[in-house]
């Protein structure tokens, strides 16, 4: 049984797309637009303007945190020798960019670290066992507004891994006639698991070993 605990509201949650709970109660939220509504939001679309920000809350209080992205998107947290990492998914820029997440004496910030090109607009992020990282990509932003529409417009959805070393590999692709316009991707026990935005279905897959 789930019951409502109690509810968060921040200016700086200028538009949620994704976001990441730890335990200790801190929260990381990927704004995938900045201010100004739904006529802004357009022209930042059509101009790939970067001023959707990520929104920390240290349990306590919210801080806007990090550089302003083009449409940011699925956010990941993750601690790799003993330092605090956040993987965020930018549409525009159709890449994953990893952060030092900065904690000093009050002080959040996210520290550039690199720029992982994938090659089609990046959506959720999602890990395996191994520490390997699964992403959704749209190749179609065209497509993807055209399902949104009619179900029977079919939009394409691919699936790449991300290993250690920042090598991606396509794992899934497919025209839109299996899955349209995927979300996210879920690795468990062989299996991979690919949720999408607008249909009520999940597509199972086998995973190669």
């Not at 990927?30 to 790939?48: C, E, M, Q, V, W």
Request: aromatic letters at 12%; a negative charge; proline letters at 3%.
């Amino acid at each position: 049984k789930i019951s409502h605990v109690k509810t968060l509201t921040d200016p700086f949650l200028t538009s949620p797309n994704d976001l990441f709970a730890l335990n200790d109660g801190r929260i990381f939220v990927s704004n995938d637009h900045g201010t100004g509504g739904s006529f802004r939001n357009l022209i930042d679309d059509a101009f790939k303007i970067q001023r959707s920000k990520v929104a920390f809350f240290n349990g306590e209080k919210w801080f806007e945190i990090g550089e302003g992205q083009a449409l940011g998107n699925g956010i990941f947290h993750k601690i790799e020798n003993e330092i605090e990492y956040i993987y965020r998914s930018v549409f525009m820029s159709q890449s994953v960019k990893k952060y030092q997440f900065i904690n000093s004496k009050e002080k959040y910030d996210l520290k550039f670290i690199s720029e992982i090109k994938v090659g089609s607009g990046t959506d959720n992020i999602e890990p395996d066992e191994q520490g390997n990282l699964f992403v959704v990509g749209h190749p179609s932003t065209w497509k993807f507004l055209r399902h949104a529409k009619s179900a029977e417009n079919f939009s394409p959805t691919q699936v790449f891994s991300i290993n250690k070393d920042e090598k991606v590999t396509e794992i899934y692709a497919n025209s839109g006639e299996e899955i349209s316009a995927g979300s996210t991707a879920i690795p468990f026990e062989g299996k991979l698991f690919i949720s999408q935005v607008f249909e009520n279905f999940l597509l199972v897959c086998d995973m190669d070993k």
